[in-house]
């Protein structure tokens, strides 16, 4: 179970990087959520400094419903904003990290907000758990970063 201050919702999964951003994009469109940025980091050392490193992409997930109660409830909260979800290859496959809600949205002192995080901390928590039992999935774990 994942603690309320844990940074890290993560699973690792049997895939590929490619596969498993797919599974991940199909995850996170079932619970209304979509990609609104994505940084290829892997490409970007090797374009920025000619540095090989395995794959690694960021994806920053929104929910448009979950972001409009958030803002409306503290303008400020958009800096927290969106829900990065990172991809890292691991010898065992893919290991996939979601920021916590809970945990980001501790910095704001305000029970509106509290509750949207704990709305979106569900969504990633069903997104993981989907994640896990639909594919070769090797372990879910939560983790502090």
Known sequence: MTDD???VIAVDLGTDLMSSERQVRDGLSAEGF???TEIDIQATMK???QVDM???RILGA???ALAHRAITADASVGLLLPCNVVLREVPSGTR???ANPMSM???VDNADVREVAADAHARIKRVVQQLSLGGPAVSAT???A
Do not use: D, I, R, W
């Open 54 to 56: 395995p794959g690694y």
């Open 142 to 144: 939560s983790a502090l």
């Open 62 to 64: 929104c929910n448009p």
């Open 47 to 49: 374009t920025k400094l």
């Open 34 to 36: 979509g990609v609104l």
């Open 96 to 98: 996939v990290e979601f």
């Open 5 to 7: 201050s844990e940074l």
């Open 105 to 107: 949205l501790q910095l």
